[in-house]
């Protein structure tokens, strides 16, 4: 069955780093694009960034353009998000999500808390 499982959260102080990961399972990961999402307490879920299957393209949050790098290893079946200059308002549970045949599946999800 289909599984996506995030990784890599934690607690870190304003202008940290962290590298979140997303290990897939279940479905041929190299033919699908790949998304990171993040919810804050009190707020939607929102679209963080995404990669096509290829990895040629790329679109990011506003808020997060030229901080956060998305970036898949299509043989190791990982999506990651590396995220830079992390700012409070970074806050929140970051989901992977991917469509696949139609159906969406979301991982866990794992915290991240800037803070200092």
């Known amino acids: 069955q289909v599984q996506l499982v995030e990784s890599g959260g934690g607690l870190v102080q304003p202008g940290g780093s962290l590298r979140l990961s997303c290990a897939a399972s279940?479905?041929?990961?190299?033919?699908?694009?790949m998304n990171w999402y993040r919810q804050a307490p009190g707020k939607e879920r929102e679209l963080v960034a995404s990669?096509?299957?290829?990895?040629?393209?790329?679109n990011y949050a506003d808020s997060v353009k030229g901080r956060f790098t998305i970036s898949r290893d299509n043989a190791k079946n990982t999506a990651y998000l590396e995220m830079n200059s992390l700012k409070p308002e970074d806050t929140a549970v970051y989901y992977c999500?991917?469509?696949?045949?139609?159906?969406?599946?979301w991982g866990q999800g794992t915290q991240v808390t800037v803070s200092s």
């Open positions: 990669m096509a299957s290829t990895g040629r393209s790329t």
């Open positions: 279940g479905f041929t990961f190299s033919s699908y694009a």
């Open positions: 999500k991917s469509r696949i045949n139609g159906r969406v599946y």
